[in-house]
T-cell receptor, first 116, second 115 residues
Framework: AQTVTQSQPEMSVQEAETVTLSCTYDTSESDYYLFWYKQPPSRQMILVIRQEAYKQQNATENRFSVNFQKAAKSFSLKISDSQLGDAAMYFCAYRSPYFGNEKLTFGTGTRLTIIP | DSGVTQTPKHLITATGQRVTLRCSPRSGDLSVYWYQQSLDQGLQFLIQYYNGEERAKGNILERFSAQQFPDLHSELNLSSLELGDSALYFC??????????????FGEGSRLTVL
């Protein structure tokens, strides 16, 4: 079974600065998806960024980028130019593409606070 | 708006009671997933249905059951409720498509409070 570990329960960053959230995972599969979801106080789960394991290039979405290290099974999220609206819980998640194992497996989350 | 609809948004009930949570997936999505999120916890996978059939089961209690109907909406039934069942219950859906990028689309959740 796959596991996802987020070792930083809480992080804080000054507005306009850069912060990196860590995530490691364990799997024996060679093909899979990785995601970062954001959960603001509204509790809605919002997709921030996705990465397919077969792609070597790190995904980028505006101010959000990832550092995907497949051999190390590491998938960190970098948020540049942090904004007050970035304050939320961030969950790293793993998904297998294979039959019967397509669920998302989540880490325990990192609560990000933005300091004005 | 993800396109996934969950009802009710909030539900308060007493211990020992039974409730039903409903989920309508995005148009065309065949897979439905149920997750439980207790206070300040991560999301725990409960169960997945694909086109009406159970596809995968997680840590779902025997007091809980689910089904997916021919119109693809799904219901999660929680019975003999305990205080510890108070949580946010999410439904998510996804298509089954080789070109799909893999993400799940989440509803806004149903917040259950058991008193």
């Amino acid at each position: 079974a796959q596991t996802v570990t987020q070792s930083q329960p809480e992080m804080s960053v000054q507005e306009a600065e850069t912060v990196t959230l860590s995530c490691t995972y364990d799997t024996s599969e060679s093909d899979y998806y990785l995601f970062w979801y954001k959960q603001p106080p509204s509790r809605q789960m919002i997709l921030v960024i996705r990465q397919e394991a077969y792609k070597q290039q790190n995904a980028t979405e505006n101010r959000f980028s990832v550092n995907f290290q497949k051999a190390a099974k590491s998938f960190s999220l970098k948020i540049s130019d942090s904004q007050l609206g970035d304050a939320a819980m961030y969950f790293c998640a793993y998904r297998s593409p294979y039959f019967g194992n397509e669920k998302l497996t989540f880490g325990t989350g990192t609560r990000l606070t933005i300091i004005p | 708006d993800s396109g996934v609809t969950q009802t009710p948004k909030h539900l308060i009930t007493a211990t020992g009671q039974r409730v039903t949570l409903r989920c309508s997936p995005r148009s065309g999505d065949l897979s439905v997933y149920w997750y439980q999120q207790s206070l300040d916890q991560g999301l725990q996978f409960l169960i997945q249905y694909y086109n009406g059939e159970e596809r995968a089961k997680g840590n779902i209690l025997e007091r809980f059951s689910a089904q997916q109907f021919p119109d693809l909406h799904s219901e999660l039934n929680l019975s003999s409720l305990e205080l510890g069942d108070s949580a946010l219950y999410f439904c998510a859906s996804s298509p089954y498509d080789q070109a799909h990028t893999g993400e799940l689309f989440f509803g806004e959740g149903s917040r259950l409070t058991v008193l």
